[in-house]
């Protein structure tokens, strides 16, 4: 499988402009994927830089570039530093996170990411273990797939989703795509199926795979090893996401809590390089429609010392 039929990187301009590089420095790509960004970063780097490549699902190791100044991690980016410290880095010079789901788990109906066709309810980032989405859908309480629908699909009555989907799982365990999409027929609005379905979708892979909390933890520790002037680059694809990375770059923190001095100065430990978010062009858009919803930020590290 070639990078370019995995995934076609995003704004690949935009993330390597915001990323200054330096070509001795070094870097880390939180989300390889295809590799898109990677190779890219690779051919602005000198002999003495370095890349650190993380990606928690096997199917992306194939894409990683054979190339002595990068290292691919197989690993979920919640345990970044971690990861780095175990082959001696302890501070980087920048960091680029692409947080959208690449168009291979899409495309790879086997996966069970998309409501077309059919499909075991997998979801899984990495297939290496752990539960599905169809064990989220077969088990959770009536209570808690509201909750889940409503925070992370941000859908409405979605008391109403979970009642179709309890009421076909007495029935009969509810273990592929269609069979979800047949649960919730009922409260599905037909001018709105795909948006709804997509929102629907959306919120059992990040439940699932613990993005939001995956996301918070490796924004937390890119303040850690970020060196002072180094830039945090993340790109975004729903607003839950975007919400967290632009109170993280204003703040310091993911809550959005800015914090004062002795003074009542305001402290934040980046300068904002982005005070609106980077969107695609419309020759992106026309190129690669699935960059639509992509919102890059952009913040350097500040030198507080």
Request: charged share 30%; proline share 4%; with cysteine.
């Amino acid at each position: 499988m070639s990078a370019e039929t995995y995934h076609i990187p995003v704004m690949l301009v935009e993330c390597i402009d915001a990323l200054d590089i330096k070509p001795d420095g070094i870097y880390v790509d939180l989300t390889m994927g295809g590799g898109g960004h990677t190779r890219e970063i690779l051919r602005h780097l000198g002999a003495e830089g370095h890349l650190y490549s993380l990606d928690q699902d096997p199917d992306a190791q194939a894409n990683a570039p054979d190339d002595a100044r990068h290292t691919f991690v197989a690993s979920n980016f919640r345990f970044l530093r971690g990861a780095l410290r175990l082959r001696g880095v302890e501070h980087v010079d920048g960091i680029l996170a692409d947080l959208g789901v690449s168009s291979h788990h899409f495309d790879a109906k086997h996966r069970g990411f998309s409501f077309r066709g059919d499909a075991p309810l997998d979801m899984r980032m990495n297939t290496r273990g752990g539960r599905t989405a169809a064990d989220i859908v077969n088990t959770y309480t009536n209570d808690a797939l509201t909750r889940l629908f409503a925070e992370y699909g941000e859908l409405d009555t979605t008391w109403k989703i979970a009642n179709c989907i309890e009421r076909a799982r007495n029935i009969s365990p509810i273990t592929t795509t269609a069979e979800l999409v047949e649960a919730v027929k009922p409260c599905t609005p037909p001018k709105d199926e795909a948006k709804f379905l997509t929102k629907l979708f959306q919120a059992l892979r990040i439940e699932l795979n613990g993005e939001m909390e995956a996301l918070k933890m490796a924004l937390e520790q890119s303040l850690k090893i970020l060196n002072p002037g180094g830039r945090l680059v993340v790109m975004s694809y729903h607003s839950l996401e975007d919400r967290i990375v632009k109170n993280f770059m204003r703040s310091g923190n993911t809550e959005g809590c800015i914090e004062k001095d002795f003074f009542g100065r305001q402290t934040t430990p980046f300068k904002l390089i982005t005070r609106k978010a980077i969107v695609p062009t419309a020759e992106e858009l026309e190129r690669n429609p699935r960059s639509r919803s992509a919102k890059l930020r952009v913040a350097e590290k500040i030198d507080n010392d």
